[in-house]
């Protein structure tokens, strides 16, 4: 997993590269990112660092589904001959195998936080492998789950959603995503903005939170606010993402802070909602299997 940086260190785009065989790599974007980010590389590749690389662009040529869930595994095995133990297929790894007799490419990843697998196939093969997917899975009381569910699951988990979680001015390190950049590395797009963002430090930090009413799900874009005794009403930041999560019985969300206030893990806030003030407090860290053993069982 990484992220897309421009040389002023903006966060473009996030997705996946998989190293299929020394000189062969397989990437992912995001969907709407998938025009942007291939222009954007073949721009880069024409003007002076092509360095024999070759880029091609197969959005349509594969079909892309999550099985995602603590019984994925199991109903994935009933089609394939890949052995999908965790210490023969660890989380953040690739295989090329057969699912029904069909080609695919199996990534060990998810954006729910639970044991998922990203089956990748020939696009004329999808629905042979939709429905084998949801008959493999009749016993154990399968579901296609939506866009909201998913919203949910990776909320629980804190991961971001570039454009939505991030703006044009965003960077790994504002964005509390300073783990995946590794400046030991000699060169790349980035690297220089990086270095003077870390001497200089950042003004604002994207944090998780918690309402104190747990059934107070504030609107994505309200606005976070201070009010000093003898001064004006002030917005220091907004809310990017919120839900209600059943499973926690209470609202999350991430948001925006000053970087002082953000870094304090507990510390409340105040959102300014429906002409009312509303507090909330800020959460570091995953909200549900902060450990992560649901993914990597």
Known sequence: YGVMCNDEGIILDDGVCARLSDELWYMSTTSSGVTGIFEWI????????????????????????????????????????????????????????????????????????ELSYEIHCPSGYAMCVWESLMQAGEEFDILPFGVEAQRILRLEKAHIIVGQDTDALSDPFSANMDWIVKMNKPDFLGKRAFTRITAEGTKQLLVGFN?????????????????????????????????????????????????????QNGAPFTIYLNGKLEKAYVHHGAFYDSAGARQHV
């Open 42 to 113: 073949q721009w880069w590749l024409q003007s002076g660092w092509g360095c024999g690389i070759h880029l091609t662009d197969l959005t349509e040529v594969f079909s892309a589904f999550n099985i995602t869930g603590p019984k994925s595994r199991e109903v994935l095995r009933k089609l394939t001959s890949c052995n999908l133990d965790s210490e023969e297929f660890p989380y953040m790894s690739v295989r090329n195998a057969e699912v029904m007799g069909v080609p695919c490419r199996l990534m060990r990843i998810g954006f729910t936080g």
């Open 211 to 263: 309402m104190d009413c747990p059934d107070i799900v504030p609107e994505e874009g309200s606005q976070i606010v201070s009010k000093k005794p003898g001064k004006k009403m002030e917005i220091i930041g907004w809310v990017t993402s919120s839900r209600f999560s059943p499973t926690l019985t209470q609202a999350i969300g991430l948001c925006w802070l000053p970087k002082d206030l953000g870094a």
